[in-house]
């Protein structure tokens, strides 16, 4: 049997070797970082470090980071209560705290009128499309496009961002909150008074050290290239695609995107099925978000973007990660068509 070939990468990247290494380091900490003793005391300098290192890498320094159990919890530690306005696009865990009523145009492009009182993705996980964030923006998800694309907190114009360890090859189950220092904050979660008095409860310090390694190795990643040979790949995949499936939309291909991700509509063939036929193959890809897989429906995102139920409920998200070879891409654009050619055959 041949080796499966991962395509998800959007939903989440595989542990980088630099986070498990530097959570295997860190394993021998004993001590709560919130204890006095020695051993509290080191375990507090690994968090802090931690905090230093993914300031550094995430162009966050001087922004306060609070460390929380993931992008979802960091979405409402920034939204709760504030009463702010996005397009309906965004991710479930933004959307859950905020008013989807800011106009969207067919390029995928999000109008914040009153930046201040407004929260806008930096890159759309479906669709990979990339937003221009205005000055002034109250809170920008950049899960997605923190580690694929040269972004700093510090010039992105927003005062807050959503931050995910997993996304960036770090471990599940911690993220967080960048803010502007100064920036008011009332903490969800009250108990011991950590991170600041913002998020109370016990730090997950090998978390962060893992999140903080992945960040740097993102980091170095942009700096020498690797999604720019990324890019390349993805292109060769849906001009692959694209000369074949003629009815095939390819959402956002003359946006700017992030570089690894391709969301590709077939009218008539539902997202669910393809993903299926195409893991029964040896590839992982999705139908959208991760968090909404496995729901039988059409793209939120795509009917937000005008496109009807058919185009809508016929995609999926192919993302492709740093060690994506073109034997992959060339694998997969062979095993998708020679299951759009039996669609076509059905539909005839």
């Known amino acids: 049997m041949s080796a499966r070939v991962y395509l998800d990468h959007n939903a989440s990247m595989p542990l980088r ?24 005391r080191a375990s507090k300098g690994l968090l802090e470090r931690a905090r230093a290192d993914l300031a550094t890498a995430l162009g966050a320094d001087g922004a306060d980071i609070v460390f929380t159990s993931g992008a ?57 499309i990339v937003q221009t964030l205005p000055e002034g923006l109250a809170v920008s998800d950049m899960t997605q496009a923190f580690g694929k694309l040269p972004v700093a907190f510090n010039w992105s114009g927003a005062g807050m961002a959503l931050a995910s360890a997993h996304k960036l090859g770090g471990p599940k189950g911690i993220g967080a909150l960048i ?7 009332a903490a969800q979660l009250r108990g011991g008074g950590q991170e600041m008095g913002r998020r109370a409860g016990t730090e997950n310090v090998l978390g962060a050290v893992g999140f903080a390694a992945a960040a740097a190795a993102s980091a170095r990643d942009l700096a020498e290239g690797t999604w720019d040979r990324v890019a390349i790949l993805r292109d060769l995949l849906e001009e692959t695609l694209a000369f074949e ?23 008539g063939w539902k997202g669910e099925t393809q993903v299926m036929q195409m893991d029964l193959a040896g590839y992982a890809v999705s139908a959208g978000s991760a968090c909404s897989s496995g729901k039988v429906r059409a793209s939120r995102v795509l009917k937000a973007m005008g496109y009807q139920d058919e185009i809508a409920s016929g995609a999926i998200r192919v993302s492709l990660g740093p060690d994506t070879t073109k034997q992959d891409v060339l694998g997969f654009a062979k095993a998708w068509l020679a299951q759009y050619r039996k669609h076509r055959a059905r539909a005839a």
């Open 245 to 267: 499936a003629k009815d095939t939309i390819f959402v956002g291909k003359t946006a700017t995107r992030l570089p690894n991700t391709i969301c590709l509509a077939t009218p």
């Open 179 to 185: 803010l502007k220092r100064g920036t008011d904050l």
């Open 72 to 128: 979802t919890e960091a979405a409402a530690l920034a939204l709760a209560g504030r009463g702010l306005h996005a397009g309906d696009i965004e991710h479930d865990a933004v959307n859950a705290w905020v008013t989807a009523d800011l106009p969207l145009g067919p390029d995928g492009q999000v109008v914040a009128r009153d930046p201040a009182q407004s929260t806008l993705q930096m890159a759309n996980s479906e669709t990979g």
């Open 17 to 40: 070797a630099e986070a498990r290494a530097a959570m295997i380091a860190a394993m021998d900490s004993v001590g709560n970082p919130s204890s006095v003793h020695a051993e509290g």
